[in-house]
């Protein structure tokens, strides 16, 4: 028998951008407030679970057609890059530098490349978490 | 500062990164493998001649000076295990092309043996005692899902005890870093030895400390060894040869670290314990040796004896005794690494485990029963084996200190290990083989080359100890006088 879940499927649709966002906005006040790459990336995957649970993971793949594992890959290449990139100027391993730049659209803006190294702890967290998700879904 | 500290470290994590990548490419997987074990061994060993020159060297992650940022500290004891590891995980990398499988390499084994290499070199290399919690998780992580990789009934049910074991430890290793940072506010282990230096290591510290023997005995298997035997005779041989290799050693070098390093002021409680288990240790060893008659549980027991022996050292605390545990553990890396390829070999052989089952071996394979025969020999310590130097260092260093009960076990276990080891040889490669012509496996050369090139091995280092004295006698002249290692990772100036 097919449950009725047009409800449930309906508010996904809304409630998972709602996520997204909130998941993106954590991520970026992590630099200065509570938050962060771990906590951001946590809360964009729950976004992903909450899709794989509404609708079934064949969907969502033909939506979102990545492997998951290589975005965590990516997501430790990316962190561990930052980290090589202070050597590569003669600093201490994982040391970070900043500025203030100005861009056209958003004014002067201070950039760090502490960002990048959040975002890659982001990206391993969803490809993680999403991997495990997966793999205990799966029937043996 | 100085980044080629976090080299050993770096080499491989990138690796197992990249090679996360190349997943359905195994030749270039393998390809890139040893490409980054000689990078980080020609690192490892530069790091090793530069400490030589210039002393401990330090580097501080993303410029945080010490005592608050983590630190890299490379003096000769931490480098000398860390270019074991990376020459024994080489040569284990070429069995492990043979024998693993291509379902298993296609599983990521690689990237995970790169992760557990990582992990392993970390805790090597750490000056932070959290990070070596951290670098601990990394390694054990990727030995959960080593020992687990193929997913055969024994693995799975070992890999249940294995894991929570070792989530029980970590939980006990986080509770100990939680008391200990409340108590003197620091988790820098050069900071920590200050401070616990100037309040004195009173009763509620000691407590702390014996957390921490707690802790890494059950990593490092001893006394708190049942689950090792078990998880250890699981997985396929090469990943088993790594684990018999280098898991325990690492908590042993923890060991070594904390109690010289922090907690050395009330020897007669800690130490005096550490001796009583090595003790237990050896003998629990040497009954579990002798009494079984599976290949793979023989030599498991035989991983527990050494980590007694080793730890009679630490026990005798004195600077010989020292210089003997480095010999021992650099040359019990490499022997226990040959001894678990070639009990593998046997019964990939002969499909059978059982020591009565299998005879007359060394007839169809005359370089593999020799090699035992070596084996056998160092592992016994008798000249010109590397197993000679470290046994008659430590025996010298219990005679100096009197501690003639710790001598007497130490030696009399390694009767139970030529003992045990005899029964293997005697009862498998001696007498009339099994093995008709039809049933002739070819032992294929990529299997028996590496436990040639570990046989060559312990040799060279047996009569080669001369070019590793300077360092190992730095590396114990550091370990008894804790403010060299103090003074070069607290020198803000450097």
């Known amino acids: 028998m097919k449950i009725n879940d047009v409800i449930l499927r309906t508010v996904t649709k809304i409630v998972v951008f709602i996520i997204l966002t909130f998941g993106v906005e954590l991520f970026f006040s992590g630099h200065n407030d509570p ?42 290449f990316l962190a561990v890059f930052t980290g090589i990139g202070g050597v590569l100027f003669g600093e201490p391993f994982l040391t970070q530098a900043f500025g203030l730049f100005d861009l056209p659209i958003l004014g002067p803006t201070e950039l760090a490349s502490v960002l990048l190294f959040e975002a890659g702890v982001a990206f391993t967290v969803v490809g993680v978490v999403v991997t495990i998700i997966l793999s205990i879904s799966k029937d043996v | 500062m100085n980044n080629i500290v976090v ?24 390809f890139l493998s040893i490409l980054s074990i000689i990078a980080t061994a020609g690192a490892s060993f530069y790091i090793l001649d530069l400490i030589k020159k210039e002393g401990i060297l330090r580097l501080d992650f993303g410029g945080w000076l010490p005592p608050y940022g983590i630190v890299f500290v490379a003096d000769s004891f931490s480098m000398l295990l860390v270019l074991t590891t990376v020459l024994v995980a080489g040569i284990l990398l070429f069995y492990a ?63 249940i005890k294995y894991v929570a074991i070792n989530l029980l430890s970590s939980w006990f290793f986080l509770l100990a870093l939680a008391y200990l940072y409340g108590t003197v506010g ?6 920590l030895s200050l401070r ?48 018999g290799a280098l898991l325990t050693k690492v908590g042993i070098y923890a060991l070594f670290r904390i109690f010289t390093l922090i907690f050395y002021h009330e020897p007669e409680i800690t130490h005096t314990l550490i001796g009583v288990m090595a003790i237990l240790t050896m003998i629990g060893g040497s009954l579990g040796a002798i009494a079984y008659n599976d290949i793979r549980q023989i030599v498991s027991y035989n991983v527990v004896i050494a980590v007694g022996f080793i730890l009679t050292a630490l026990a005798i605390s004195g600077e010989v005794a020292m210089e003997g545990a480095i010999y021992y553990l650099i040359h019990d890396i490499l022997i226990k690494a040959l001894l678990f390829l070639l009990a593998g070999t046997m019964i990939f052989l002969t499909g059978k485990a059982k020591i009565e089952e299998m005879s007359g071996l060394i007839r169809n394979y005359p370089l593999l029963g020799w090699l035992f025969f070596v084996t056998l020999l160092s592992l016994t310590g008798i000249p ?54 039809d049933n002739h496996v070819q032992l294929k050369k990529g299997m028996l080359l590496p436990c040639a090139a570990f046989g060559i091995a312990t040799l060279v280092l047996g009569l080669g100890v001369e070019a590793l004295e300077t360092y190992v006698s730095d590396a114990a002249y550091t370990l008894m006088n804790p403010e060299v290692y103090i003074e070069a990772v607290l020198d803000s100036q450097k």
């Not at chain 2, 990164?17 to 997943?23: E, K, P, Q, Y």
């Not at chain 2, 932070?128 to 997913?151: A, K, P, Q, R, W």
């Not at chain 2, 620091?186 to 900071?191: G, I, P, R, Y």
């Open chain 1, 35 to 76: 938050g962060g790459g771990f906590i951001g990336g946590l809360v964009l995957s729950s976004a992903f679970v909450l899709l794989y649970l509404v609708f079934d993971i064949e969907t969502v793949h033909r939506g979102v057609p990545f492997d998951f594992k290589k975005i965590a890959a990516f997501g430790a």
């Open chain 2, 7 to 30: 080299a050993p470290m770096l080499i491989p994590l990138l690796t197992a990164i990249f090679l996360v990548f190349l997943r359905p490419y195994l030749k270039i997987q393998r």
């Open chain 2, 97 to 159: 092309f043979s024998s693993i499988g291509q379902e298993k390499e296609k599983m990521f084994f690689y990237p995970f043996f790169f992760f557990l290499l990582t992990g392993v070199n970390g805790s090597f290399l750490t000056g932070d005692l959290f990070n070596l919690f951290v670098c601990f998780e990394v390694m054990l992580l990727s030995s959960y899902v080593l020992i687990t990789l193929g997913g055969n009934k024994i693995q799975l049910v070992e890999s």
């Open chain 2, 186 to 191: 620091t988790l820098n282990m050069a900071h």
């Open chain 2, 384 to 437: 010109p084996f590397s197993g000679f130097i470290g046994k008659v260092l430590i025996g010298q260093g219990a005679i100096e200190s009197g501690s003639f009960l710790l001598l007497a076990v130490a030696f009399i276990s390694s009767i139970f290990v030529l003992y045990s080891l005899l029964r293997i040889f005697m009862n498998c490669f001696w007498g009339e083989t099994i093995i008709s012509e």
């Open chain 2, 196 to 243: 616990v230096a100037e309040v004195g290591q009173g009763p509620l510290l000691t407590i702390i400390s014996i957390l921490f023997l707690i802790v890494f005995s059950l990593k490092a298997g001893l006394l708190l060894y049942f689950w090792l035997p078990g998880s250890y005779s699981a997985p396929p041989t090469a990943i088993a040869a790594l684990f």
